[in-house]
């Protein structure tokens, strides 16, 4: 049965988009996780994946043209399948026909994420009550498939203007606001703190004040997501806990406090603040029982906790020796990455080449530029810029891979690796041949804290043509990385060592960094991967050379 595909909201702002380039053609076999287009947004160009499988039956918008979110972008379906019907309005499928396309496959329980959009799913069966509004979980990353609320900063009955933050949704990637695209009364909240669902389900409701949505609500999760809007009230009350996941290790101490409530989808109530506290203070939040509303943790949980007291407590009741151990349910970042490395890993043929390059110069070079007043540098910055002008002599090793071309960028954007709690960020630095050693310094020093504080904006971290990746500081002298795709390579750096080095016959005292470059075969061939790493190490052994 034909699927019909909308113009994604690929950005918290996101109207409407552009499509850049078509990747897949009319006839084409589309395969779920597919890239089918890349749409540019009011904030970047971004690549639009399908949720579906079929046979690509209809373009409904040509390279260079815009339309507004939710309007037709494609139809996918059956071989030869009759789609007559969804194109009557001259080419592109009315709100209507959507709306009744989408209900046939919720009636066959055919999920996709390419789920019915607010006023189709709201309807269903129903018209909206007037000047009632219903608002969906936004994508508001390239990947997000679900998002779960952080906070919320309006409650119901509080009047909402465009442009106000109703709510902090955490998506696989950072913490962000979301704000409101329209005016009226928060009437219904569809999702506590804590919960989660997935892009394109009931978030909240808005609407001219006392107006009665209940039907609105109840039908909208009839349509959308019955189980998940059914159920999830039951995981709030403590003897519903047993069939949630929580943590094993509380539950085998008797005499331990009662596990605190969590969602269906084992994550637990807590606080914003009370999960920045714990993680300060290397607390596990499995161990607290919450004193909040519905047993969330809150700020005074944290405060309180004895953690001494708590484990000579529990250490009474448990034999030495007992199996014991944690679970913390996988938050959307760490879920993020599993899906992305898996996929590069297992799809992109990786090879490895690896060198050791003398840094003697480098440090010298180092310690006399920030000598300068007010101008600090770091050896990983000196990389990066190294990496950025290698590249534009390597247009090879600076491309992206397409299932019927090969992108070669003439532009540089190298993307930076960051550890953070919940896993690891590639904060973006446009245009890094452009930018002088300290400009680089300042904006990497920027955007590391931007991903520690969950800051970083979608934008930011789209974009890469290339990739660095360094555990030196971490005293990791040697390692591999697998390729942040659609990039075609990752440049993996090591700590400096100082070691007896051979120069000119003779035994000495030397600095040397170990480099190692994964690559993917299908765009990079080992001799070009071997070349670029040559001009690489002209340019971080003598650092002079990029001043010229």
């Avoid at 840094?359 to 990496?387: E, G, H, L, W, Y």
């Avoid at 000119?504 to 001799?527: F, Q, Y």
């Amino acid at each position: 049965m034909a699927i019909v595909v909308n113009m994604p909201r690929l950005s918290d702002t996101m109207e409407e988009g552009t499509v850049a380039t078509w990747l897949k053609k009319v006839g084409d076999k589309i395969e779920e996780g597919d890239i089918l287009a890349e749409i540019e947004t009011d904030k970047a160009t971004m690549e639009f994946e399908s949720f579906n499988e079929g046979t690509l039956l209809h373009i409904g918008v040509q390279e260079g043209e815009t339309t507004k979110v939710d309007e037709l972008l494609a139809i996918i379906g059956d071989e030869g399948e009759d789609i007559s019907d969804l194109l009557n309005g001259g080419g592109n499928a009315s709100a209507e026909e959507a709306k009744e396309e989408k209900e046939e496959e919720t009636s066959s329980n055919d999920s996709s994420s390419d789920a019915p959009t607010a006023d189709e799913s709201a309807t269903g069966s129903t018209e909206l009550p007037e000047g009632v509004i219903v608002v969906t979980m936004p994508r508001l990353s390239d990947t997000m498939e679900e998002g779960t609320v952080a906070t919320w900063l309006k409650k119901v009955g509080d009047t909402v203007e465009e442009g106000d933050i109703l709510a902090e949704i955490e998506t696989d990637k950072a913490t962000m606001e979301f704000e409101s695209f329209q005016s009226g009364t928060l009437l219904e909240i569809g999702l506590k703190e804590g919960e989660s669902a997935k892009v394109d389900e009931l978030l909240a409701i808005i609407g001219p004040a006392g107006t009665d949505v209940s039907g609105v609500a109840s039908n909208f999760s009839a349509s959308a997501a019955p189980a998940k809007k059914e159920e999830a009230p039951k995981a709030e009350t403590k003897t519903e806990t047993p069939k949630s996941s929580a943590p094993a290790k509380t539950e085998t101490k008797s005499k331990a406090p009662a596990p605190t409530p969590v969602t269906e989808n084992g994550r637990l109530y807590v606080s914003p603040l009370a999960k920045k506290l714990a993680e300060e203070k290397g607390i596990n939040l499995t161990k607290i029982q919450g004193s909040g509303e519905n047993g969330r943790i809150i700020k005074r949980d944290i405060e309180n906790y004895e953690p001494a007291a708590g484990a000579a407590a529990v250490g009474k009741f448990v034999p030495s020796g007992q199996e014991d151990f944690d679970e913390v349910p996988n938050s959307q970042m760490r879920k993020a990455i599993a899906k992305s490395l898996t996929k590069s890993k297992f799809s992109a043929p990786h090879y490895y080449l690896a060198v050791e390059f003398d840094m003697d110069n480098a440090i010298a070079f180092r310690t006399q530029f920030n000598s300068i007043p007010d101008t600090k540098i770091s050896f990983n910055d000196i990389v990066v810029k190294a990496c950025a002008l290698a590249l534009k002599q390597h247009p090879q090793v600076n491309s992206q891979w397409f299932d019927d071309k090969m992108r070669l960028n003439n532009h540089v954007h190298i993307g930076v690796a960051v550890a953070v709690p919940d896993g690891l960020v590639v904060p973006v630095v446009r245009f890094a041949n452009e930018q002088s050693l300290p400009q680089i310094g300042a904006e990497v020093k920027e955007l590391a804290g931007k991903a520690r504080n969950k800051k970083l904006t979608p934008d930011e971290m789209s974009g890469s043509t290339f990739t660095v990746s360094n555990l030196g500081m971490f005293g990791i002298d040697y390692f591999t990385s697998i390729i942040n795709q659609p990039n075609s390579a990752i440049l993996s750096v090591g700590a400096i060592v100082q070691k007896p080095v051979v120069k000119n016959g003779e035994i000495v005292v030397g600095n040397t960094m170990k480099l190692t470059l994964a690559c993917d075969h299908r765009t990079v061939d080992g001799a070009t991967g071997a070349q670029f790493l040559q001009t690489l190490k002209g340019y971080i052994e003598n650092p002079v050379t990029m001043l010229v």
